[in-house]
């Protein structure tokens, strides 16, 4: 399966009339945050493929239509995100074309802006999950196969700066249930040469800033 991933910038090859010449073989398309909905609901409508997404630490003026001022009180906006098209999997877990995707948005926290967590309180939330990722291995055979965050986990194509440092929960989501992928933006690339691909143990950790295409069966994660 051939995956359209998007993060932090719009890239012209995918915001193109031509959109549907380089990516019409993508099965699905994933956003990892910090981009504007209108972007990902031009995705949606020129290839006509279901998006899923995560919001960052920017580009938060929609957020209130899909989440409440707590996490544990998501409170949708159906007619919005129904007009938008794309899927927001913001701390959630999802199973789309095949695959089960859980989303897990936002960034270290770095001052008083919207969605970001300190390193406890995006431990609470991974573990959260980890009653339903357990259920999957056990009736589905596996937890869960993409992991979708804004942020990287730490250590691993993250930054020392504390804005663009990761969350210490990922490295443990991904020892135990082991996903094939984490997909995460939030850390810029200025140089085609830089790289984008790191393994940790079982999974591909993968920086998609600007797009990226995860092809599923060439990448062998």
């Known amino acids: 399966m051939r995956i359209l991933c998007v993060s932090d910038t719009i890239d012209p090859l995918v915001d193109s009339i031509n959109i549907r010449e380089r990516f019409g073989d993508a099965e699905l398309a994933l956003g990892a945050g910090d981009l504007p909905l209108e972007y990902l609901s031009y995705i949606v409508s020129a290839l006509n493929r279901p998006l899923l997404f995560v919001f960052g630490n920017h580009n938060l003026k929609e957020l209130p239509h899909y989440r409440a001022s707590t996490e544990t009180r998501p409170s949708p906006s159906h007619d919005y995100t129904r007009s938008l098209g794309a899927t927001y999997v913001g701390f959630?877990?999802?199973?789309?074309?095949?695959?089960?995707?859980?989303?897990?948005?936002?960034?270290?926290?770095?001052?008083?802006?919207?969605?970001?967590?300190?390193?406890?309180?995006?431990?609470?939330?991974?573990?959260?999950?980890?009653?339903?990722?357990?259920?999957?291995?056990?009736f589905r055979g596996r937890a869960v196969d993409i992991v979708l965050t804004h942020a990287p986990p730490r250590g691993i194509n993250d930054r020392e700066d504390r804005c663009h440092q990761g969350f210490d929960a990922f490295l443990w989501l991904m020892r135990v249930f082991k996903p094939r992928y984490l997909v995460h933006g939030h850390v810029h690339l200025y140089d085609a040469?830089?790289?984008?691909?790191?393994?940790?143990?079982?999974?591909?950790?993968?920086?998609?800033?600007g797009h990226y295409v995860l092809d599923t069966e060439a990448d062998h994660a």
């Not at 960034?107 to 339903?132: E, H, T």
């Not at 040469?193 to 800033?209: G, K, L």
Request: proline share 3%; glycine share 8%; charged share 20%.
């Open 92 to 138: 959630k877990i999802r199973r789309e074309s095949g695959l089960i995707v859980m989303g897990l948005g936002g960034s270290l926290k770095y001052n008083s802006g919207q969605n970001q967590f300190s390193q406890a309180q995006m431990w609470i939330r991974v573990l959260a999950k980890a009653p339903a990722l357990a259920w999957n291995r056990l």
């Open 193 to 209: 040469r830089e790289p984008r691909i790191t393994r940790y143990r079982d999974t591909a950790v993968v920086n998609v800033y």
